[in-house]
């Protein structure tokens, strides 16, 4: 059972000085978060499909066994609730396989929004997508945690996101053969992002003891904090690294094992 486990995106001016050195250039930052963390959850595909060649730098910029998950576009998911999205939904995942071995998962971030009256349109889109590419959704709305949707999801191998937020319930449900989790805070409370703002280790214990339990029912667990949470994500998931007994990568090796 393989953990992997990351922040979401790398590209934060202040993480320099308190994660990356003091004199880091932007263009080494992905360089240097894969040096520690061996998976990383795409931020920016949420507002725009990147290009192919920036893909492939990426790629080529992360060991081996790096990986890489993607947020599908809002457009899909937040402008057209999934409806008459096919076409769009083909081009960017033409775009995000070209991470090839190196793309862990696609995660269709549903708005607050979208509610179960809209079953048929996320039944029908999950019936469109390829079986190859692992896929998660994670829901913002409570009419989603019945068994209903559950089932849905494990017929189509589809994971269910669990996550930490303010106004969802912690469920630990799967729905598949690999775990995505996602520790996500409110904005309002953050200023800043270089240094621990908000002591999350009491959630953090509970989250590992989840883990721990979850590895037993999947093959691999992808895990993502945002710098909302505590105010630092890196130190997030070095807290989570030591709960779990993951050694630091120190350098392109193979990820860590629970």
Do not use: C
């Not at 492939?56 to 066994?65: I, K, L, V």
């Not at 904090?225 to 994500?233: D, T």
């Amino acid at each position: 059972m393989t953990v992997f486990l990351g922040t979401q995106g790398w590209s934060y001016k202040d993480w320099v000085g308190s994660f990356y050195p003091p004199d880091a250039r932007a263009d080494q930052y992905l360089r240097l978060y894969a040096n520690e963390f061996d998976a990383v959850e795409l931020d920016t595909t949420f507002y725009a499909i990147p290009r192919v060649a920036q893909v492939e730098a990426w790629r080529a910029s992360t060991p081996e066994s790096f990986q890489f998950t993607a947020k599908t576009p809002r457009s899909i998911t937040h402008d057209r609730h999934l409806v008459a999205a096919d076409d769009e939904m083909a081009a960017f995942l033409d775009v995000i396989t070209r991470f090839e071995d190196k793309l862990g998962a696609v995660l269709l971030q549903m708005p607050p929004d979208f509610t179960y009256a809209e079953f048929d349109a996320l039944r029908a889109f999950l019936g469109q997508l390829p079986a190859e590419i692992r896929f998660a959704v994670e829901f913002r709305h409570r009419s989603w945690l019945r068994d209903e949707t559950y089932d849905l999801l494990q017929n189509r191998g589809v994971a269910f996101t669990m996550v930490d937020l303010r106004y969802m319930p912690r469920i630990a449900q799967v729905t598949s053969d690999f775990a995505y989790v996602r520790w996500l805070g409110d904005r309002r409370q953050i200023t800043h992002m270089d240094t621990t703002q908000i002591d999350r280790r009491p959630e953090l214990d509970r989250w590992a003891e989840v883990l721990e339990d979850v590895s037993a029912r999947t093959q691999r667990i992808y895990g993502f904090a945002n710098n909302h949470y505590s105010g630092h994500s890196p130190a997030d998931i070095r807290y989570l690294h030591q709960r779990l007994g993951i050694q630091p990568r120190g350098g392109p090796t193979q990820p860590s094992l629970l």
